[in-house]
C-alpha cells in the first residue's frame, strides 16, 4: 500500500488546553493506538473530518476513503478479526449512518470490537426532523454492545476511552458513538483520558472460572471415553490456540470447530475434525451425534451448527466454557456451565490437571479416535473433476496449495462453505460473516485486512452474486494501491439460494439466476485500473492462480466453475447432523440406539454391555 510522505508530529502530551471536539476525538483516538479509520465524508461530520485531515497531514493516522459506508464497517470489522485490535470506522448522518447498519450488524453477531463514530445534527436541531437526521442511536440499538451521544464535547474523551474498554472486554462487540455538528466545532478546557483509566458502575466481566465447576470438568473429561472439543470463536476472541491445544493433546480429544471457530485449533493436526455444522465434515457431524462428553469452548450452540437441537449431541453431558453467562445454557442446559474468559478457563484447567498429579490415560479415546479415522476415510470430502469444466472445490484447493499461510475472507454463500471445508487456515487467517451471513463482506474485508497487514498475502474468495454487492470498493484498492487478490467462484447463479430452491422447492428457480446482466468482470477490473484476468480451463488453472499471486498489485479474477455443482455433506432443515444429504449411498451410517441406564438414569450409547455412569448391566 501507498504511504504518503508525511512528517509525523507527537500525540499531544496530557494537559489541559482549549481545543474543539473533534480534537478530543482524534486525540483520543491516537491514545488508544488507532492508526487507520476507514470511513466516507459527509456534512454532519466535516468537523471530524477537518481535524482529522491536520493529523493524517503529519502522519499520525491514515484515513483509507471508502467508496461506500458499508464497505468501511466491513473493512474495520475485519481489520480487527484480524489483528485483535478494535476496528474504526466514520459515517455522517442520515444515509451515511444508515448505510453503516448492516455492518454493524455483522460485526455484532460475530462478536467483533469496532468503535463506529457517526455524524449528527447539531443538538439544537435533533428531534426537529432536520436535514439528514435519523435517530442513529435507536436504529442500532439492539446490535451493539453499547452506544453513545456526546452531548458536550467535555465529555468526548472519556466517552471515546469507555468505548474502546467495552468493545474490547468482556464479550466483545461493536459500539456507536454519535456526535452531533456542533459538539464538533464547540471549543473548551480539554483534558485526555488515557486507555485503561476508566472504570464503569455495574461492567464487570467474569473472567475466572469458577474452582469447582473447573474440577467437576477436569473429572468429566477424565472419565469420558468418547470426548469432543466444540470450538467457536470465543476461542479466537481470547487468543486460546496454545491452551486448546495442550488440552485436546493431554487427553486425546478430536476437536471440531464452527465457521467462527476456524483456525483457532491447527486443521492439519490428527486430532482435527474440521468444521461441524450444516455444510460440515460428515466425521466431524457423526462425531458430535456419538460423542459421550461435549466441551464446548467459546461457542454459542447456533442453529446451523446443530441442526435438530434436540438430536444435538443428545448422547453427551455438556461443559459450556464462555465469557458471556447470557450464553450458557440458552440452547442447550449443560451439566457443567463455566463463564469465564475462555483462555483463563483453560489455563486453570490445566493447572488443575497438573496439580492432582494424575496423569492422563494414553489409550481412554484410543477407540473413538480410530472410528473417527474410519469414518474420515469413508467419508472423505470430494473434488470432483468434470472433463469440460471446472469444479469450484479444485479452484480452492489449488489456491490452498499455492498460498497456504494467506489470510483468507470470503463472501457468503457456496464458495463460503468450500472454503471452509478445504481450506486449513491459521489463527485469525479465516475472515467471514458467519452469523449474519452478510453478502458483500468479503471484498472490503480483505481490503481491512491488508490495511493491517500490509506485508501479509490477502485472498478474498467471492461469489459472482456477492461480489457485485460492494465491487464499488475496487475503486479504494485502486486509490491506495491495496494489494488484495480477489477470486471470483463464478458459476452465474445465487448458488446457495439456487441449490435450496433444487432441494426443497422443486428446482423452481426464482430470480436466483444471474447469468443475464452479469458484467465482464475483467473489464470492469480494468476500469478500476486494476489487472482483470479470466480463467475457464483446468490446464490453465495453475499458472493462473500463480500469476495472481505473483502480480505486484491488486487482481481480480474471473473463475468459470460448474453452474449446477452443490456442497455437500449438508444438513437439511429439521434434520440431525447425522442425517446428512450428498454421502454415498454405500456409505450411509448406521447410527447406533440411544439407551438409558434403568438404574440411574444415564444416556449411554446401544453398544455399550454395562452404564458406565453405576456399571448397571443394559
Known amino acids: 500500500m501507498r504511504s504518503p510522505s508525511i512528517t509525523k508530529r507527537e500525540v499531544q502530551p496530557k494537559t489541559i488546553s482549549r481545543r474543539t471536539g473533534a480534537f478530543a476525538l482524534i486525540d483520543s483516538l491516537r491514545r488508544h493506538g488507532v492508526e487507520h479509520i476507514f470511513g466516507y465524508p459527509g456534512g454532519a461530520i466535516l468537523p471530524i473530518y477537518d481535524e482529522l485531515y491536520q493529523w493524517e497531514a503529519a502522519g499520525e493516522i491514515q484515513h483509507i476513503l471508502v467508496r461506500h459506508e458499508q464497505g468501511g464497517a466491513h473493512a474495520a470489522d475485519a481489520y480487527a478479526r484480524a489483528t485483535g ?300 473433476q468434470y472433463p469440460d469444466r471446472l469444479s469450484p472445490q479444485e479452484v480452492i484447493v489449488e489456491l490452498a496449495c499455492q498460498a497456504p499461510d494467506a489470510y483468507y475472507t470470503t463472501d457468503v454463500g457456496q464458495h463460503q462453505m468450500w472454503s471452509a471445508q478445504f481450506l486449513k487456515n491459521g489463527p485469525r487467517r479465516w475472515i467471514s460473516s458467519a452469523g449474519l451471513g452478510t453478502m458483500g463482506f468479503g471484498l472490503p474485508a480483505a481490503m481491512g485486512v491488508k490495511v493491517a497487514l500490509p506485508n501479509e498475502q490477502v485472498i478474498c474468495i467471492a461469489g459472482d452474486s456477492s461480489i457485485q454487492m460492494n465491487i464499488q470498493e475496487l475503486g479504494t484498492l485502486a486509490q491506495f494501491g491495496i494489494n488484495v487478490k480477489t477470486v471470483i467462484i463464478n458459476n452465474a447463479w445465487q448458488g446457495m439460494v439456487r441449490q435450496w430452491q433444487e432441494a426443497f422447492h422443486g428446482e423452481r428457480y426464482s430470480s436466483s439466476n444471474m447469468e443475464v446482466g452479469m458484467p465482464d468482470f475483467v473489464k470492469l477490473a480494468e476500469a478500476y485500473g486494476i489487472k482483470g484476468m479470466l480463467i475457464e480451463n483446468r490446464d490453465e488453472l495453475k499458472d493462473a492462480i500463480a500469476e495472481i499471486l505473483a502480480h505486484d498489485g491488486p487482481v481480480l479474477a474471473d473463475i468459470r466453475v460448474n453452474r449446477n455443482e452443490n456442497c455437500y455433506p449438508m444438513v437439511a432443515p429439521g434434520k440431525s447432523n447425522a442425517q446428512m444429504i450428498g454421502l454415498p449411498e454405500r456409505n450411509k451410517i448406521e447410527v447406533t440406539e440411544l439407551v438409558y441406564c434403568s438404574s440411574c438414569g444415564a444416556k449411554n450409547i446401544g453398544s455399550n454391555k454395562f452404564c458406565p455412569d453405576c456399571g448397571t448391566k443394559l
Not at 129 to 152: A, C, M, N, W
Not at 277 to 293: I, K, P, R, W
Not at 328 to 339: D, M, T, W
Request: net charge negative; charged share 25%; with cysteine.
Open 85 to 384: 485490535k478494535v476496528g474504526v470506522c466514520f459515517g455522517t448522518s442520515g444515509p451515511g449512518a444508515t448505510n453503516l447498519v448492516t455492518g454493524i450488524a455483522t460485526a455484532h453477531m460475530d462478536s467483533i470490537p469496532m468503535v463506529i463514530v457517526t455524524g449528527q445534527v447539531p443538538r439544537t436541531v435533533i428531534g426537529s426532523d432536520g436535514f439528514q437526521e435519523t435517530d442513529i442511536y435507536g436504529i442500532t440499538l439492539p446490535i451493539v454492545k453499547h452506544s453513545y451521544v456526546v452531548r458536550d464535547p467535555r465529555d468526548m474523551a472519556r466517552i471515546v476511552a469507555e468505548a474502546f474498554h467495552i468493545a474490547s472486554s468482556g464479550r466483545p462487540g461493536p459500539v456507536l458513538v454519535d456526535v452531533p455538528k456542533d459538539v464538533g466545532l464547540e471549543e473548551f478546557d480539554y483534558e485526555p483520558v488515557e486507555p485503561d483509566t476508566v472504570r464503569l458502575t455495574g461492567y464487570r466481566p467474569t473472567v475466572k472460572g469458577n474452582p469447582r465447576q473447573i474440577n467437576q470438568a477436569l473429572n468429566l473429561i477424565r472419565q469420558a471415553r468418547r470426548p469432543l472439543l466444540y470450538v467457536g470463536g470465543g476461542a479466537i476472541a481470547a487468543n486460546a490456540y496454545s491452551e486448546l491445544r495442550q488440552l485436546a493433546e493431554i487427553f486425546q480429544i478430536p476437536v471440531t470447530t464452527t465457521l467462527m471457530g476456524k483456525g483457532s485449533f491447527e486443521e492439519s493436526h490428527p486430532l482435527a475434525v474440521g468444521m461441524l455444522g450444516m455444510h460440515g465434515t460428515a466425521y466431524a457431524n457423526f462425531a458430535v451425534s456419538e460423542c459421550d462428553l461435549l466441551i464446548a469452548v467459546g461457542a454459542r450452540f447456533d442453529d446451523r451448527v446443530t441442526g435438530k437441537l434436540d438430536e444435538f449431541a443428545s448422547r453427551a453431558k455438556v461443559i459450556h466454557i464462555d465469557i458471556d453467562p447470557a450464553e450458557v445454557g440458552k440452547n442447550r442446559a449443560p451439566e457443567v456451565p463455566i463463564v469465564g474468559d475462555v483462555r483463563q478457563v483453560l489455563l486453570d484447567l490445566l493447572r488443575r490437571y497438573e496439580e492432582v498429579d494424575i496423569p492422563a490415560e494414553p489409550n481412554q479415546t484410543r477407540e473413538w479416535l480410530q472410528r473417527i479415522n474410519r469414518w474420515r476415510e469413508d467419508y472423505p470430502l470430494q473434488v470432483p
